[in-house]
C-alpha cells in the first residue's frame, strides 16, 4: 500500500487484555501525490474531516459508510507556499483552520466555514505573531485558543 493511510481505532473496554485493545479499520488511502497529506483531525456525530495540508482542502470522511467528499470551499494555497493544520468546530458547527501562508497572496489565520460546509470560508482571526499557526480549540465558553510556532494566543469572547 502507497500512499497516507487514515485509521479509525475503536477503544475497547479497559478489562480486556491489551492485545484487544482496539481494532483498527482503515478508512482511506490518499495519495500525496495529488496534494492528500492529511493534518488536523477532528471529529462531528457521524463524521470525520481531515485538511489536504498542501492544497488547503478539507475531506469529510462518513463513519458509517466510509464514503470521502471535499467539505466546502476554501482559500487557495499557493504551491507549495502555505499548509492547513489544525482544524476544529465551535458549539453552531463552523469549521475553522489554522492556515499558515508563505506568500502574500494569502493571509496566514484562522478561517471560518459556515455550518454545513455552506458557502466559502473567510479569514476570522490573523494578528502579525501569527506567522505559521498550527492548531486550534475552543473551550465550554466559547473561548478560543491558536497554537503557533512561537505563542499561543487566547480569547475569552472567541473574537479576535
Same mark, same amino acid.
Given at each position: ?43 462531528? +456525530? ?18 458509517? +459508510? ?13 504551491? +507549495? ?6 482544524? +476544529? ?72
Amino acid at each position: 500500500m502507497s500512499g497516507v493511510t487514515i485509521v479509525v481505532a475503536e477503544t475497547m473496554p479497559q478489562q480486556q487484555e491489551i492485545s484487544s485493545y482496539s481494532k483498527s479499520t482503515v478508512v482511506e488511502n490518499f495519495d500525496p501525490k495529488k496534494g492528500q497529506a492529511p493534518e488536523g483531525l477532528v471529529l462531528s +456525530n457521524k463524521d470525520v474531516f481531515v485538511a489536504w495540508s498542501p492544497i488547503g482542502q478539507v475531506a469529510k470522511i462518513n463513519k458509517d +459508510n466510509l464514503t470521502v467528499s471535499k467539505y466546502g470551499s476554501w482559500p487557495t494555497i499557493p504551491p +507549495n507556499k502555505g499548509s492547513m493544520l489544525g482544524l +476544529n468546530f465551535d458549539k453552531q458547527g463552523n469549521l475553522y483552520a489554522a492556515v499558515s501562508s508563505f506568500s502574500p497572496e494569502l493571509k496566514s489565520g484562522v478561517y471560518r466555514l459556515s455550518p454545513g460546509g455552506a458557502g466559502h470560508a473567510t479569514l476570522f482571526a490573523t494578528h502579525p505573531n501569527m506567522t505559521f499557526p498550527n492548531d486550534l480549540l475552543f473551550d465550554k465558553n466559547g473561548g478560543s485558543s491558536v497554537a503557533t510556532h512561537h505563542l499561543l494566543a487566547c480569547s475569552r469572547t472567541a473574537k479576535w
